[in-house]
Protein backbone atom coordinates (compact mmCIF):
# COMPACT_ATOMS: atom_id res chain seq x y z
CA UNK A 1 0.00 0.00 0.00
CA UNK A 2 2.86 2.15 0.31
CA UNK A 3 2.59 3.35 -3.60
CA UNK A 4 -1.21 4.07 -3.14
CA UNK A 5 -1.49 5.64 0.30
CA UNK A 6 2.16 6.30 1.59
CA UNK A 7 1.85 6.07 5.29
CA UNK A 8 -1.75 4.65 5.45
CA UNK A 9 -0.20 1.01 7.25
CA UNK A 10 2.75 3.08 8.53
CA UNK A 11 6.02 2.67 7.68
CA UNK A 12 7.97 -0.60 7.53
CA UNK A 13 8.72 -0.82 10.83
CA UNK A 14 5.64 -0.28 12.67
CA UNK A 15 3.47 -2.33 10.41
CA UNK A 16 5.93 -4.95 11.44
CA UNK A 17 5.34 -4.67 14.99
CA UNK A 18 1.35 -3.35 14.72
CA UNK A 19 0.26 -6.15 12.34
CA UNK A 20 2.82 -9.00 10.95
CA UNK A 21 4.01 -9.36 14.35
CA UNK A 22 0.90 -9.52 16.04
CA UNK A 23 -0.60 -12.00 12.96
CA UNK A 24 1.70 -14.25 11.76
CA UNK A 25 3.46 -15.01 15.17
CA UNK A 26 1.14 -14.69 18.13
CA UNK A 27 -2.25 -15.48 16.03
CA UNK A 28 -3.74 -12.36 17.22
CA UNK A 29 -7.33 -12.30 15.16
CA UNK A 30 -8.28 -8.38 16.06
CA UNK A 31 -5.67 -7.32 14.41
CA UNK A 32 -6.13 -9.26 11.73
CA UNK A 33 -9.75 -7.83 11.48
CA UNK A 34 -8.24 -4.25 12.02
CA UNK A 35 -5.72 -4.38 8.72
CA UNK A 36 -8.71 -5.98 6.83
CA UNK A 37 -11.07 -3.43 7.31
CA UNK A 38 -8.13 -1.03 6.35
CA UNK A 39 -7.81 -2.25 2.43
CA UNK A 40 -11.12 -4.14 2.40
CA UNK A 41 -12.02 -0.70 0.51
CA UNK A 42 -9.23 -1.31 -1.93
CA UNK A 43 -9.37 -4.59 -2.61
CA UNK A 44 -12.03 -5.50 -5.63
CA UNK A 45 -12.29 -9.45 -5.93
CA UNK A 46 -14.45 -10.93 -9.06
CA UNK A 47 -14.33 -13.88 -10.66
CA UNK A 48 -14.34 -13.86 -14.75
CA UNK A 49 -18.32 -14.88 -14.53
CA UNK A 50 -18.51 -11.44 -12.93
CA UNK A 51 -16.48 -9.69 -15.33
CA UNK A 52 -16.55 -11.29 -19.01
CA UNK A 53 -19.39 -13.57 -19.78
CA UNK A 54 -18.84 -14.12 -22.66
CA UNK A 55 -15.34 -16.14 -21.81
CA UNK A 56 -15.84 -19.74 -22.63
CA UNK A 57 -15.27 -21.40 -19.05
CA UNK A 58 -11.32 -21.95 -17.82
CA UNK A 59 -9.84 -25.00 -20.00
CA UNK A 60 -7.21 -27.01 -18.20
CA UNK A 61 -4.59 -29.38 -20.00
CA UNK A 62 -2.57 -31.82 -18.30
CA UNK A 63 0.69 -33.03 -19.72
CA UNK A 64 2.66 -35.02 -17.74
CA UNK A 65 6.52 -34.87 -18.17
CA UNK A 66 9.73 -36.97 -17.11
CA UNK A 67 12.17 -35.39 -15.11
CA UNK A 68 15.96 -36.45 -15.78
CA UNK A 69 17.85 -37.17 -12.73
CA UNK A 70 19.56 -33.96 -12.61
CA UNK A 71 16.10 -31.79 -13.31
CA UNK A 72 14.26 -34.16 -10.17
CA UNK A 73 17.32 -33.24 -7.90
CA UNK A 74 17.31 -29.48 -8.98
CA UNK A 75 12.91 -29.59 -8.09
CA UNK A 76 13.74 -31.86 -5.07
CA UNK A 77 16.01 -29.30 -3.62
CA UNK A 78 13.98 -26.48 -4.41
CA UNK A 79 10.61 -28.23 -3.05
CA UNK A 80 12.11 -28.39 0.37
CA UNK A 81 13.43 -25.09 0.77
CA UNK A 82 9.91 -24.19 -0.05
Known sequence: FHFLMPGWLGDSKSFNRDYRTPIEKQGNVQRMQHLTARI?????????????????PKTEIIHWVELNEAQRDVYETMRLAM
Not at 42 to 56: D, I, M, N, S
Open 40 to 56: KPFLLRRTKEQVATELP
